[in-house]
């Protein structure tokens, strides 16, 4: 059974700061994974996706990676501002087929100005 | 270009009672999922539709179903509510892509 986990839980930095966030599941064969972003209250946003032939997707300051074989993957934020904090979730779909994705808990971001 | 809708964004509900919630998908979208997400988890995985029929399903049990309508919008039902369906329920539309979602119902069982 595929599970997915998220480290840290929580993370606090100040403004300016490059951070890294990460994602690891257990089952290697998978379709893709995506990055979420999800405010309090709020519904989610797709940040970055990678598919499971790719190693990295970037769009702006954020970046993300993929280690298939390890079962890894990282979002790295450059300049973190205080607008950067949410929730950020990963999520991987096992195959093609269907909308089913398997989410971790999250990692809920605080970034100080 | 309205994203994905739902509707009612707070609802209270006894224990044993029902509930619908209702999702309208962003403009050209044709497949509705729904997503249960309890406070301090990730989303889980329910059920997809597609062409007014279920196509996936996650681990969820019968009490939980739904319906999609010609014009793409979807329900979800919920009968026999329990203190543990307390949760943010996420609605997102995909069009063969990525998924939207909308910013959720939140629905408490008392």
């Known amino acids: 059974k595929q599970e997915v986990t998220q480290i840290p839980a929580a993370l606090s930095v100040p403004e300016g700061e490059n951070l890294v966030l990460n994602c690891s599941f257990t089952?290697?064969?998978?379709?893709?994974l995506q990055w979420f972003r999800q405010d309090p209250g709020k519904g989610l946003t797709s940040l970055l996706l990678?598919?499971?032939?790719?190693r990295e997707q970037t769009s702006g300051r954020l970046n993300a990676s993929l280690d298939k074989s390890s079962g890894r993957s990282t979002l790295y934020i450059a300049a973190s501002q205080p607008g950067d904090s949410a929730t950020y979730l990963c999520?991987?779909?096992?195959?093609?087929?269907?909308?089913?994705?398997?989410f971790g808990k999250g990692t809920t971001l605080s970034v100080s100005s | 270009d309205a994203g994905v809708t739902q509707s009612p964004t707070h609802l209270i509900k006894t224990r044993g009672q029902q509930v619908t919630l209702r999702c309208s998908p962003k403009?050209?979208?044709?497949?509705v999922s729904w997503y249960q997400q309890a406070l301090g988890q990730g989303p889980q995985f329910i059920f997809q539709?597609?062409?007014?029929?279920?196509?996936q399903r996650g681990n969820f049990p019968d009490r939980f179903s739904g319906h999609q309508f010609p014009n793409y919008s979807s329900e979800l039902n919920v009968n026999a509510l329990l203190l543990g369906d307390s949760a943010l329920y996420l609605c997102?539309?995909?069009?063969?892509?990525?998924?939207?979602f909308g910013n959720g119902t939140r629905l408490t069982v008392t």
């Open positions: 997102a539309s995909s069009l063969g892509g990525s998924l939207h």
């Open positions: 089952d290697s064969a998978i379709y893709n």
């Open positions: 990678i598919q499971s032939s790719q």
């Open positions: 999520a991987v779909k096992l195959n093609q087929a269907g909308t089913a994705l398997i």
């Open positions: 403009s050209g979208h044709d497949t």
């Open positions: 539709y597609y062409e007014e029929e279920e196509r």
